[in-house]
Structures are given as C-alpha cells and as structure tokens.
C-alpha cells in the first residue's frame, strides 16, 4: 500500500515539528545552566575567550554593553596598595583578547567598586567586523587578588559608563564574585 501525498506531508510537518521542539530544548535547557536575567535586564552568557593561566570568568550581556568578569588569585604586586598606574592596568586586564591592536584612548583614573578600589582606563579597538569601538579595563583589588573586568559597548558615553559600574556593583556580579572567592 502507498502512502498517499498528504500522509507524507504530514510526516514531514510532523518531524519538522520534533526537530524544532528538541532545538528549542537544548536552547532552554543552555539558557536554564547560565542562569537568569536579572532584573535590569542584563542576561549571562558564555565565557567567550579561549582558555589560559586563569580560571574563565563570567561574562554578561545587556543595554548594548558586554561584560567580562574575572578573577586573578595571588597576581597583585603590592597587596598595600592595589593596582595604581595605567601600566599595572594595562598588563592584567587582558584587552588583547578583544583586539590585539588595543590603544588607551587617554590616561586612567581610579575608580571604586563597592568597598574595593582600582583603576578603570579607556581602550579603542575594532569589533571582528573592523567597526570601532570602545571599552574600559576596570581593575580593582581584593587583598592579593585582582577583580579585572572588561566592559565592551559605547564606553564614551558617560551614562553607559555609570551604568555598567553600577551593574559590576549588583548583586547579580557580587554574589558571582564572592563564590569564586570562597571556592578557591
């Protein structure tokens, strides 16, 4: 017996509709073990860079703005003072994974996040479409450890910059920040 023409349309209709079931499964379920949005509207993502001598942060996406976040153990050089020149900022915030022709746009400035004091400084580079853009290293320490934090976006923009600050200082980042440092 043959199958008539609308049998197997519906066949197809019908696995099309299991493929794209088990697709928005998976979707879920990726979305499910980064964990929520909060409720400023900034949603986790994968930590997008290659492995190296640290331990992968955690990184964020939101209001046009991507963050990067991660710990350094036992790096800071004087555990006293923190980190207080551009090049100490330079050197660990590890800009070059965004572009490896980075530039300073001008000189650094100290910055506090919540309890924590550091430098922030603002670097040029290019999006992997050659379009240019801005992003600022925020480095700040905690005892010998260093938080560096890579924020990408319009960092020019005064009120993006407060944005992103006051997002590093949530709970959302803050609770990230302090399992890591109780699980070392």
Not at 20 to 25: D, K, M, S
Not at 106 to 118: K, V, W
Request: with cysteine; hydrophobic share 40%; charged share 30%.
């Amino acid at each position: 017996m043959a199958l008539t023409r609308r049998t197997v349309v519906k066949m197809y209709l019908g696995a099309g509709m299991v493929a794209g079931l088990a697709g928005l499964a998976y979707l879920a379920e990726e979305r499910v073990a980064l964990g929520p949005t909060d409720g400023k509207g900034f949603r986790p993502i994968r930590w997008p860079f290659s492995a190296d001598a640290w331990p992968p942060g955690r990184a964020w996406t939101g209001h046009d703005l991507d963050f990067y976040v991660r710990l350094k153990f036992d790096i800071c050089s004087d555990c006293e003072t923190g980190v207080i020149s551009d090049e100490a900022v330079d050197r660990v915030v590890d800009i070059d994974r965004l572009d490896p022709r980075f530039a300073p746009v001008g000189p650094g400035s100290r910055i506090r996040i919540t309890d924590l004091f550091g430098r922030s400084r603002l670097y040029r580079h290019k999006m992997r479409n050659g379009a240019p853009r801005r992003a600022e290293g925020i480095v700040v320490a905690y005892k010998c450890d260093l938080l560096v934090a890579i924020v990408d976006g319009n960092m020019a923009d005064p009120d993006k910059r407060k944005m992103a600050h006051r997002f590093l200082e949530s709970n959302t980042v803050q609770i990230w920040v302090n399992k890591q440092l109780d699980g070392r």
